[in-house]
């Protein structure tokens, strides 16, 4: 049993940082227009497709190392799918940033289901799949069995943990952080203090779709696995992560994100795996009935 219980946790913890990740840009949307960017399992969905496209690119002109492959293939991917996230932004929100509350929901909906047919038309329904491409794995000895961590999941968590790490550098010491706080706080003020908010929103879409980009990246490198549909599950996670941990906050979306991991991989290793995605979904609806604040997140004041 001490055996499953560690094996699931780091299983946890892995799947867990990339939800992370991803909740960053729903928390990061959210906090500077008030909106849900229900578009953004979709740019997930691309982005894994993008890196799968790019390794094998790279392995056709005769690429092997995996240093220069992974590098290769964020670099690409990070950037593509932030041009994505501009794109989503400046056709689907920008348009409607003065209209009723319910409008840029729908027309996020909207283009959620044009980016999955998209997808479907263009690379096909069928499951696509990529090689693994770090083999090995450290082994521990634990009671009568034995914990495995592979080399990949290493990797996952260093890189989940790093660009968290980089994107908390840029928004609390860097002018754009400072840009994008002040437009969050206050968006009318910002933009009289001489800031363009237009911009920031649309800097901070790219920076939601680059932080999505890296977990498609590192999804794609531990399962291998993944079709047109595989952003809206994931999407909805992690919203959950981001509720969890309270929506407008970055530390609380990473936060989230490892304690809704943990907990769906115990379910799975403890209860039933069949029934994962229903335990998280209902974690969601408890969250949102008893602290629809999240864990880290502040009730929201009226502003007189």
Request: proline share 2%; glycine share 12%; hydrophobic share 55%.
């Amino acid at each position: 049993m001490d055996g499953i219980f560690l094996q699931q946790m780091i299983n946890g913890l892995t799947l867990g940082a990339v939800y992370g990740l991803i909740a960053i840009g729903y928390t990061m949307v959210y906090g500077i227009i008030g909106m849900i960017n229900f578009a953004h399992g979709e740019v997930y969905m691309i982005s894994a497709y993008l890196s799968a496209i790019t390794l094998a690119l790279l392995a056709f002109f005769g690429l092997e190392s995996f240093p220069l492959l992974i590098l290769g293939t964020l670099l690409f991917t990070i950037f593509v799918t932030g041009m994505y996230g501009w794109v989503i932004e400046r056709i689907a929100y920008k348009p409607l940033r003065n209209s009723t509350r319910l409008a840029p929901l729908i027309s996020a909906i909207g283009m959620s289901l044009i980016l999955q047919n998209y997808v479907q038309i263009s690379q096909g329904a069928r499951q696509q799949g990529v090689p693994t491409l770090l083999d090995g794995a450290f082994r521990f000895h634990v009671g009568e069995g034995f914990v495995q961590l592979t080399y990949t999941k290493v990797f996952i968590l260093i890189a989940a943990f790093v660009g968290m790490g980089v994107l908390t550098y840029v928004i609390q010491h860097t002018r754009l952080g400072r840009m994008c706080r002040a437009t969050q706080q206050d968006r009318k003020m910002a933009s009289i203090l001489g800031i363009n908010t237009d911009r920031v929103i649309s800097y901070v879409f790219v920076i939601g779709a680059a932080m999505a980009a890296l977990a498609g990246v590192l999804i794609t490198m531990n399962y291998g696995t993944f079709d047109f549909y595989a952003g809206f599950v994931i999407g909805i996670k992690a919203f959950t992560a981001a509720v969890l941990g309270g929506i407008g906050s970055l530390p609380g979306a990473m936060l989230g994100g490892l304690i809704l991991g943990v907990a769906e991989a115990q379910f799975s290793g403890m209860v039933n795996t069949d029934y994962k995605d229903v335990f998280s979904f209902a974690l969601l609806v408890l969250i949102l009935i008893f602290r629809p604040q999240g864990l880290l997140g502040r009730p929201q004041v009226a502003k007189v």
